[in-house]
Nanobody
Framework: QVQLAESGGGSVQPGGSLGLSCAAS????????MGWYRQAPGKERELVAH???????SYSDSVKGRFTISRDNAKNTVYLQMNSLKPEDTAVYYC?????????WGKGTLVTVSS
């Protein structure tokens, strides 16, 4: 029922930019907060950014000022614009939501930042 599908990952040089998208379906998107998480090899999955149903944004300290989360309720899509990318940003990025108390995850999209 609930489906989340990320896209936009790829390889970029340090200082570059990438934009990720997550298309959602199976729930009332406009009333559900959406989050972007990432997981680097050997590390725990961490919250990167969150946007509430009221479009209130929050970010981890490591990406604050560089990443921007946004949503388009008409398209049931949440975005993550990543600027000034660093090698430490290399990870699989996941879209997530918790409609009606259950957390759902997309399959992830790989972002690689290297020279």
């Amino acid at each position: 029922q609930v489906q989340l599908a990320e896209s936009g990952g790829g390889s970029v040089q340090p200082g570059g930019s990438l934009g990720l998208s997550c298309a959602a379906s199976g729930f009332i998107f406009r009333i559900v907060g959406m989050g972007w998480y990432r997981q680097a090899p050997g590390k725990e999955r961490e919250l990167v950014a969150h946007i509430s149903n009221l479009h209130v944004q929050s970010y981890s300290d490591s990406v604050k000022g560089r990443f921007t989360i946004s949503r388009d309720n008409a398209k049931n899509t949440v975005y993550l614009q990543m600027n000034s990318l660093k090698p430490e940003d290399t990870a699989v990025y996941y879209c997530s939501a918790v409609p009606e108390g259950t957390r759902y995850w997309g399959k992830g999209t790989l972002v690689t930042v290297s020279s």
